[in-house]
């Protein structure tokens, strides 16, 4: 009755409120970033009884059929290839909807423990969903790696590691970590990696070829932040299907928390450059979907260092890690905050009434001219 209810509630609402366009291509980021707040800092940080917030996890499965439902959408009206998959760097986005509902399903299941039949199929079709934008990656690195395309890359196109471990995850939590299982889960996690440090030597090579020329307001991608988000998500992978020991969790932990400080502080000398030449307003307020991705990162970033397992870790490293579990979740909170505000501010809308207000308008003009 409350799914209903809260369904209906929203439906409303973005049909009056809101605007009707399709879902941008990575708009499976916006499920990425609010679900891994749910799957894991959400309880840990604020509630214990998974009963308490139910209505916070029908909020998210309801995102995610709306977000699915204009992707289907798409698939019967013809316009899929058009809105989705205009060049192969683009089409990397794809792998938004895959993360998505990878982390959608893992909190179904673990959440509504009487729904868990509907989970386990969810995760199974996104298996066969995988496999079909693995293929398509493939052919999507064979072309950049070829051709000049690979200038234009950025951290989009580790959107193929950051699925591949989402199934990872997902399979685990939902089928368990039976012998076989695990094998299967072998092969997704380490072709994961593999699709890592290609898509790190492409965006890498990108970089090195254009940095004379780079403008960093413009050239310097939000997806760029999926260089750390990517392997944080590998090693929770790792953590949650038990196929790697505790001394490599930590490795690459250690590799994130070094890739987290370069990239971030390249985004904030870029945030500094911005403002400075686009004012605040248009050079940090201005929403954008790939911010998301931003979200999903240091969230998942936090997620990983909370499921760490603290005695592998050096000394030295122990302070970090309690500052980041301490602290970390603040600022996890204050960038979705601001993430939600800059989404409605782009995209609310009183369509409804202005459209009252415009037939309105033209009855009256017709009958004043008639």
Same mark, same amino acid.
């Given at each position: 009755m409350a799914f209903l209810l809260l369904l209906m509630i929203m439906l409303l609402f973005k049909y009056f409120f809101f605007h009707r366009k399709p879902s941008a291509t990575a708009a499976g980021a916006i499920v990425m970033a609010i679900g891994i707040f749910e799957y894991d800092l959400f309880h840990h940080y604020f509630i214990k009884s998974f009963t308490e917030y139910k209505w916070f996890v029908w909020f998210l499965i309801i995102a995610w059929m709306v977000i699915s439902g204009s992707f289907l959408k798409s698939v019967f009206? +013809?316009?899929? *290839?058009?809105? +989705?998959?205009?060049?192969?760097?683009? &089409?990397?986005?794809?792998?938004? !909807?895959?993360?998505?509902?990878?982390?959608?399903?893992?909190i179904m299941f673990n959440r509504i423990p009487e729904i868990r039949v509907i989970p386990e199929i969810v995760i199974s079709v996104n298996g066969v969903l995988w496999a079909i934008f693995c293929i398509l990656c493939i052919k999507n690195f064979m072309k950049l790696l070829k051709t000049d395309s690979y200038k234009q890359t950025h951290g989009i196109i580790l959107l193929s590691t950051v699925s591949t471990q989402s199934i990872v995850i997902g399979l685990s939590t939902i089928f368990g970590t039976t012998n076989n299982l695990k094998m299967i889960n072998q092969g997704f996690f380490y072709l994961g990696i593999l699709f890592y440090f290609v898509s790190l030597s492409i965006i890498v090579k990108r970089y090195l070829a254009t940095y004379k020329i780079m403008d960093i307001k413009q050239d310097w991608?939000?997806?760029?932040c999926v260089i750390h988000g990517a392997m944080s998500i590998t090693g929770l992978a790792g953590i949650t299907s038990g196929i790697i020991g505790g001394k490599i969790i930590i490795a690459i932990w250690f590799w994130v928390l070094v890739c987290f400080f370069l990239v971030e502080s390249i985004e904030i000398y870029r945030a500094v450059m911005?403002? *400075?030449?686009?004012?605040?307003? *248009?050079?940090l307020f201005q929403? +954008?979907?790939?911010? !998301?991705?931003?979200?999903?990162?240091?969230?998942?970033?936090?997620?990983?260092?909370? *499921?760490?397992?603290? +005695?592998?870790?050096?000394? &030295?490293?122990?302070?970090?890690h309690k500052a980041l579990v301490k602290y970390g979740v603040v600022v996890v909170i204050l960038l979705l905050m601001i993430e939600i505000i800059l989404y409605i501010k782009d995209n609310f809308t009183l369509k409804y009434f202005c459209l009252r207000n415009q037939n309105s308008h033209t009855e009256n003009h017709f009958l004043e001219g008639r």
């Open positions: 009206n +013809h316009t899929f *290839k058009l809105l +989705h998959r205009q060049n192969e760097i683009q &089409s990397f986005a794809i792998g938004t !909807w895959i993360a998505g509902t990878s982390v959608c399903s893992t991608y939000n997806t760029n911005r403002a *400075k030449y686009l004012g605040f307003r *248009k050079g929403y +954008h979907v790939s911010q !998301w991705t931003r979200n999903f990162t240091f969230g998942m970033f936090l997620a990983f260092t909370i *499921k760490l397992p603290v +005695h592998f870790l050096p000394t &030295s490293l122990l302070v970090i």
